[in-house]
């Protein structure tokens, strides 16, 4: 069955860039009925969409991360990467990678989630 | 932009019925779909689309919508059901954007 796995640092310093790649494995990331997303949750708190993307590289950004967030894509690979520049405290929280279906808009799989912390 | 707003928490005695809202303009366009998450574990689908549940999804969980109103029912109640629930929806405001429910804590008595 298809998995997604999340990868990349877990402490990150203030005002550098977070970097995470999401990796899925069981299925190929080139599907047509499905986009691939970024989900975050900071410590106590809800779910926040951070943005998604399709196998051909089209992205979608929540408007209140537009400005530092880039989502990129890599078939070969079968990984969808997430990159947040001049992150703050407030950036601090888990992060899910998840599949996104077409019909449905529904997140319906989604990685363990790992757990960035930015702090000096 | 959109939001989505749920009641903070609830609670339900074992094995009876607890509905969960969710409020907000892009329901109008969209159906929700509904997340539980326990805690230290990654949400999981348990209803999207107009009413339907993923393969292994017990049947006790059922999902409405009317208006800008959606609703997650779970109907007896189990020790298990004990989780947060999330919604969620596209953004009607355009551009493949969604947006999350605040998130409601049901407690099962």
């Known amino acids: 069955q298809l998995q997604l796995q999340e990868s990349g640092p877990g402490l990150v310093k203030p005002s550098e860039t977070l970097s995470l790649t999401c990796t899925v494995s069981?299925?190929?990331?080139?599907?047509?009925?499905?986009?691939w997303g970024w989900i975050r949750q900071p410590p106590g708190k809800g779910l926040e969409w951070i943005g998604s993307i399709y196998y051909s590289g089209s992205t979608y950004y929540n408007p209140s991360l537009k400005s530092r967030v880039t989502i990129s894509v890599d078939t070969s690979k079968n990984q969808f990467s997430l990159k947040l520049s001049s992150v703050t405290a407030a950036d601090t929280a888990v992060y899910y990678c998840?599949?996104?279906?077409?019909?449905?808009?529904?997140?319906?799989?989604w990685g363990q989630g790992t757990m960035v912390t930015v702090s000096s | 932009s959109s939001e989505l707003t749920q009641d903070p928490a609830v609670s339900v005695a074992l094995g009876q019925t607890v509905r969960i809202t969710c409020q907000g303009d892009s329901l109008r366009s969209y159906y929700a779909s509904w997340y539980q998450q326990k805690p230290g574990q990654a949400p999981v689908l348990v209803i999207y689309?107009?009413?339907n549940r993923p393969s292994g999804i017990p049947d006790r969980f059922s999902g409405s919508s009317s208006g800008n109103t959606a609703s997650l029912t779970i109907t007896g109640a189990q020790a298990e059901d004990e989780a947060d629930y999330y919604c969620n929806s596209r953004d009607s405001s355009g551009n493949h954007r969604y947006v999350f429910g605040t998130g409601t804590k049901v407690t099962v008595l």
């Open positions: 998840a599949r996104l279906r077409t019909v449905g808009h529904a997140f319906d799989i």
């Open positions: 689309g107009k009413n």
């Open positions: 069981g299925g190929s990331i080139s599907s047509s009925s499905y986009y």
